[in-house]
């Protein structure tokens, strides 16, 4: 079964400061890995979808990066602001079955 | 595109009776997950919907729950003589099948609170 990791499960920092989430799972053999931001009480927003056979994904201020075969997904959000606090979570979907894996989550505080 | 609704957004129960969620997905989205997050936790997978079929259930679908998907649109997820374990927020998402990229978009949960 796909464990799925997050690390760290808490973080805070300062605005305007660039940072980097971490995500990993057990079993490399994954169709594709997709970033949500949840707000508390909420439901999930896509933020990013890296497909495989893909490195790495941008939008704005996002960059999610995958290395399939150390089971290792990272995001990077640069030039934090106080609107960006959210939980984080990513979730992967393995090449057979309908099923997503999802971690626990980071927790993001930016402080203005 | 509305996007994924869900209704109600928040259901108070007592222990014992039955509830029912229901999901409207994304009008063109053929594909529909049903997920349960209880605090702290990522959503835990529950079940999947191609079109009107039901192709994938979680061993966490004890016999009290019954999802189903009349007409391959909206969605209902049914718990029955509800416990108080089963507190939790519900989520729907749906995604396109002919897009191969399986993207879910998520609507916005059911919180249940079972007293």
């Known amino acids: 079964k796909q464990e799925v990791t997050q690390i760290p499960a808490a973080l805070s920092v300062p605005e305007g400061e660039n940072l980097v989430l971490n995500c990993s799972f057990t079993d490399s053999a994954i169709y594709n890995l997709q970033w949500f931001r949840q707000d508390p009480g909420k439901g999930l927003t896509s933020l990013l979808l890296i497909q495989s056979s893909q490195r790495e994904q941008t939008s704005g201020r996002l960059n999610a990066s995958l290395d399939k075969s150390s089971g290792r997904s990272t995001l990077y959000i640069a030039a934090s602001q106080p609107g960006d606090s959210a939980t984080y979570l990513c979730?992967?979907?393995?090449?057979?079955?309908?099923?997503?894996?999802f971690g626990t989550g980071t927790s993001l505080t930016v402080i203005p | 595109d509305t996007g994924v609704s869900q209704n109600p957004r928040h259901k108070i129960t007592k222990r014992g009776q039955n509830v029912t969620f229901r999901c409207d997905p994304i009008s063109e989205h053929n594909r529909l997950y049903w997920y349960r997050q209880t605090l702290g936790q990522g959503p835990e997978f529950l079940t999947y919907?191609?079109?009107?079929?039901?192709?994938?259930k979680s061993r966490l679908l004890s016999d009290r729950f019954s999802a189903e998907r009349p007409k391959g649109s909206f969605s209902t997820l049914e718990i029955q003589r509800t416990e108080q374990g089963d507190s939790a927020m519900y989520l729907c998402a749906s995604s396109l099948y002919q897009s191969r990229s399986y993207e879910q978009y998520f609507g916005p949960g059911t919180r249940l609170t079972v007293t």
């Open positions: 979730a992967v979907k393995p090449n057979t079955g309908n099923q997503f894996y």
């Open positions: 919907f191609q079109n009107e079929a039901q192709l994938e």
